[in-house]
């Protein structure tokens, strides 16, 4: 498809300047257009509009992402459409075997985590439940490459698709967590999520341009990292950059803070997989 690629500027602001984002950039991908900004959530109190992560990238990142041709997760997608097809486990089966088609999953990432049978369940629990009750496999490990490659497979089934996560009923103890932990200080340098993506995004932090921290584009190719990068992996580098001990990808604190941040970017379009610097 025709794409068309818009060149944005970079503000590069001092910390502590007044926040901002990108204006005027408008995301197509494959010739599809995301909401990239849109009003906030009723529940989130500290912003008025939410930005995706992609207002804040270089010109040559947010390129990236606009043609599937050139974003470099689109190598690990296509190793997912192998692996969904590939037998593994006591039970002779592949995700294939009770899925017809990864299409069958369109919508599910926009509405990820939920709690499901009292519990607040990601992605990552979802198919290590499959592999270990229809499959009979081993479980993927959460950062591995099989599963956040798989992930990203499945969200790219909900591109466009607005976030819809879920905060009230079941849910509601689960956000009242990450919520609390959101705003917590972490670490020597007393810092919370909330000092640098509510109070400063849009201003730079050493050579990073700090956005609001919007997940709707995970798993997200980390150029830093050259390959792709799970929710849990990016709370545990920022806790740690705060020189506190973090918590363990999968945790109940890291599930909860999951839904919290993800539901802070309901409106904006699914992205996955995105393309980050």
Known sequence: MKMTKIIATVAACAFGAAASAQDGNTLFVEGEKMVTETAAPDHVEGLRTIYSGWRFRTPETQALQMDDFENPAMIFVDQALDLFNTVDGSEGRSCASCHESVEDFAGLTATMPKVIDGKLTTMEDLL???????????????????????????????????????????????????????????????????????????????????????????????????????RHNRFRGCIRDTRAETFAEGSDEFRALELYVASRSNGLSVETPAVRQ
């Open 128 to 230: 290590n439940g499959h592999r270990a009750k229809a499959m009979g496999a081993e479980p993927w490990k959460w950062s591995g490459p099989e599963m956040q490659s798989m992930i990203a497979l499945i969200g790219l089934q909900s591109r466009g698709m607005p976030m819809n996560v879920a905060i009230d009923g079941d849910a509601a103890p689960f956000y009242e967590q990450g919520k609390e932990m959101y705003y917590t200080r972490y670490g020597q340098l007393e810092m919370s999520c909330a000092n640098c993506h509510e109070d400063n995004y849009g201003n730079m932090i050493r050579a990073d341009h700090l956005s609001q921290g919007q997940i709707n584009g995970f798993p997200t190719y980390r150029l830093k990292q050259a390959k792709l990068i799970s």
